[in-house]
């Protein structure tokens, strides 16, 4: 059986000036923040995940989100070039940490691309164009998985949605989670679609191992909708990493 690794990174000190667009009400706790991070880390672990963390880089507050940093497919990781300035610092070290494991690419400016626009459902990849990821990077991830049989994607989103994987995220070979009233399902015809409520929209982000699903815990009725078609699921607590705009997907990088 082919072990699935995860990437991850711990959260810095930093991780209160970390990017989101409303201030939160409660400012951030960084030790709760963490505490989350492990439970996650631990979720990966029961999902049969063999789990690496790099070292936080206080420069970086941002740098908890790993997945906006690289995709990965078939061994070739491309790092990318974070759409926010602020985040491209956080690139060097995961380029490190995978090339051991990875054929790396690296993105060149002035493209950019945030992983977490990155849905991969088979040999597509459904690539959001949004204020973080621009045409030159959607066709940059298309030169480098193109050659290997991959098709691109791309969807225009709206603007309130930071990233393509904050309404929408793969569940397996055929299935993927829509949040309500945000994309039309007409997008991913051919794939089964499990709905999200519109006021769960978050929890429409859920990491999927196999039939293993981390999902937020905080979302009753989708956690409900997953386990109803077949799968094991790990509730973990998403309160904190919110604030920073933060979801499941985007705290590890699968390979
Ligand atoms: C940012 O704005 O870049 C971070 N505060 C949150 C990034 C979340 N990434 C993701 O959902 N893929």
Redesign the pocket.
């Known amino acids: 059986m082919t072990v699935v690794r995860a990437l991850t990174r711990h959260i810095p000190s930093t991780f209160t000036q970390?990017?989101?667009r409303t201030t939160p009400a409660q400012p951030i706790d960084v030790a709760d923040a963490r505490y989350e991070h492990l439970v996650y880390r631990q979720a990966l672990v029961a999902c049969g995940v063999e789990v690496t963390v790099i070292v936080a880089d206080l420069a970086c507050p941002?740098c908890v989100?790993v997945?906006?940093t690289a995709v990965i497919a078939d061994g070739l990781a491309l790092i990318t070039r974070p759409g926010?300035p602020s985040?491209q610092p956080e690139t060097p070290a995961i380029a490190e940490a995978l090339a051991t494991a990875c054929e790396i690419v690296r993105m060149d400016a002035p493209a950019t691309l945030?992983?977490?626009d990155v849905m991969r459902v088979g040999r597509v990849f459904y690539v959001g164009r949004s204020a973080r990821t621009s045409e030159a990077g959607i066709a940059m991830l298309e030169r480098t998985f193109a050659p290997r049989g991959y098709q691109v994607v791309p969807i225009v989103l709206p603007a309130d949605v930071?990233?393509l994987?904050?309404v929408v995220s793969p569940l397996g070979g055929d299935t993927i989670l829509l949040a309500d009233a945000s994309l039309s399902p007409a997008l991913f015809g051919g794939l089964r679609i499990i709905r999200v409520p519109r006021d769960e929209t978050y929890a429409a982000?859920a990491v999927a191992i196999g039939e293993h699903v981390i999902v937020a815990q905080e979302f009753p009725r989708t956690q409900d909708a997953i386990a109803a078609a077949g799968f094991t699921l790990h509730p973990v607590p998403t309160i904190e990493v919110r604030k920073?705009?933060?979801?499941l997907?985007?705290q590890s990088l699968l390979y």
């Not at 920073?244 to 979801?247: M, V």
């Open positions: 970390a990017l989101a941002d989100f997945e906006d926010a985040r945030d992983g977490g930071l990233h994987k904050c982000n920073a705009d933060g979801s997907t985007c």
